[in-house]
């Protein structure tokens, strides 16, 4: 159902239709794996585990920046930052990585995934821009508060946003207790503090940005030998070696565009609404 208020949106890549087919035949092939990894008394007449959602080829992306709820009066700013930021990018290659899950203890997996190799670091500098261009949308960056970032903390982030903006937040934490003690920039910062409330992604200051496509998504009541099986084939499981296996060329892209996403709920699913794909 989409809220006629707000939106809750993300910044993401789309990979091309015949990558996106091939994730997909090596998703089934994992699904596959592990009815025969589980133990034989949690199958009734071969079913297929229930205990995954996995992801359908229409919802599989790779997020570079989620944003949170925003109401639809600002969604063209955003797009104005966004078209601005893609004149200053240049096309740049990608491959499908390994298998991984989320978090790393398999007794609290959550997701699983497919990295994607990037030796460029590429994606992170997009990333950068993105989260940039976010916190400018959000008063958060400009000439003053970058000037006194540069002064709080060893992780500057320029005004371009060309560099880890992951610093800027830091540093804006730095410069609140700073200031706060100084008795400086009080609306500033409790405007900040207040944001903060609101997108929960001002608060990860030290999670690295993990390039990634979601191939599913562990109900909570999955049980510890359920999580173990899935450990075990995703441990044992390549996209270049065993019994599934594909060309190198096959798993390459060149990313060309990133998308801003809207993600509304629909019978009980979440579904990705392209508001606007940005050409580079």
Known sequence: MTNIDSARVFVGLKPPEAVCQLIIRYQKYLQETLVNELPSIHLIEGRQPNFVRWTAEDSLHLTLQFIGSVSRQALDSFRWKFRERAC???????????????????????????????????????????????????????DSTVVAVSDSSSSAVSHSGVNQS?????????????????????AFYENFHKL???????????????????????????????????ASVISKTSLLNGSFSCSSDNI?????????????QEDGRSRYKILEEFHF
């Open 88 to 142: 200053q990018i240049e096309p740049f290659k990608v491959s499908l990585g390994s298998l991984g899950y989320l978090p790393k203890n398999r007794r609290n997996m959550r997701v699983v995934y497919l990295g994607v190799q990037d030796p460029q670091k590429n994606l992170d500098s997009l990333a950068s821009i993105i989260r940039s261009s976010v916190l400018e949308q959000l008063g958060l960056v400009g």
């Open 196 to 230: 903060k409330e609101s997108y929960p992604f001002l608060k990860e200051t030290n999670s690295p940005f993990l390039p990634h496509i979601t191939l599913g998504r562990l109900e909570k009541n999955a049980k510890l030998e359920e999580r173990d099986s899935l």
């Open 166 to 186: 992951q610093g800027l937040i830091h540093g804006l934490d730095k410069l609140t207790a700073f200031s706060e003690r100084e008795g400086q920039n009080t």
């Open 252 to 264: 390459e892209w060149v990313v060309k565009s990133f998308i801003f996403y809207e993600s509304v």
